[in-house]
């Protein structure tokens, strides 16, 4: 059996021309961001700054990482609910559509 350290990167795609990754934390519960660009108006701001419509849904969490953490993502995590890697890996889809949206 493999151990797991910290996070883990499962899987990296493109979508909707962002850079998106799924991670695994060791608990096993999954994560899935969008590597934002220093260029996106939501580059370098926290979930308290991008509108409720934004956030993620179905019991799934928005999250950005701590100021000065490199590279900026917005993300989903599932951490009450397990979910299969294709459930995470829509939603980071439809996350990234939304971050497109944004930057248009």
Not at 22 to 28: D, F, K, P
Request: glycine content about 8%; hydrophobic content about 35%.
């Amino acid at each position: 059996m493999q151990v797991l350290q910290s996070w883990q990167t499962m899987r990296k795609f493109e979508h909707a021309g962002f850079k998106c990754l799924i991670e695994r934390s060791e608990s096993g519960g999954l994560a899935g961001y969008v590597i934002l660009p220093n260029e996106h108006p939501y580059y370098g701001k926290g979930p308290w700054d991008i509108p409720e419509s934004s956030i993620a849904q179905d019991g799934l969490s928005f999250s950005t990482p701590f100021k000065g953490e490199h590279p900026w993502k917005v993300g989903i995590h599932t951490h009450e609910i397990y979910r299969s890697m294709d459930f995470v890996v829509n939603k980071t889809k439809e996350l990234a559509e939304l971050m497109q949206k944004v930057s248009v």
